[in-house]
């Protein structure tokens, strides 16, 4: 059984890119992630490999106004975080959201792989 502080622990870097994410901030966002990370479309799909490809990617994306991912669930097993979310986007049609499900595996304090299975964008 896994006790609440290393549950905590492990949940750490998942909430703080999280919040940085919000905040569109990608120098707070990028000291969450491990040099050599991996970001993948669920279940394979390599998107970005090692820090310097994830922040081109994000660099991107924050540029999109009303860019938010909200938390609606989120379960730690061991050192993997689950994370239900619904993210509000701009995407080339309009303001839409999107459910998504981001796994990540967390490694002395970074997030060393990232998985995300995204559902289908809803306009609103």
Same mark, same amino acid.
């Given at each position: ?57 994000? $660099? =991107?994306?924050? *540029? ?6 909200? !938390?609606?669930?989120?379960?730690? +097993? ?27 595996? $967390? =490694?002395?304090? *970074? ?6 299975? !995204?559902?289908?964008?809803?306009? +609103?």
């Amino acid at each position: 059984m896994q006790d609440e502080s290393s549950a905590v622990n492990i949940e750490y870097p998942v909430q703080q890119q999280l919040d940085a994410y919000n905040a569109s901030d990608i120098e707070r966002f990028m000291q969450w992630w491990a040099d050599d990370c991996r970001y993948y479309a669920f279940p394979s799909t390599l998107l970005a490999d090692g820090a310097a490809q994830i922040r081109a990617r994000h $660099v =991107e994306r924050f *540029k999109e106004p009303g860019l938010h991912g909200e !938390l609606i669930k989120r379960i730690v +097993v061991g050192n993997v975080v689950v994370d239900q979310e619904i993210v509000q986007r701009t995407f080339p049609d309009g303001r839409g959201e999107v459910d998504v499900m981001a796994i990540y595996e $967390v =490694e002395a304090g *970074k997030i060393v792989r990232a998985w995300f299975k !995204l559902g289908t964008p809803r306009m +609103v």
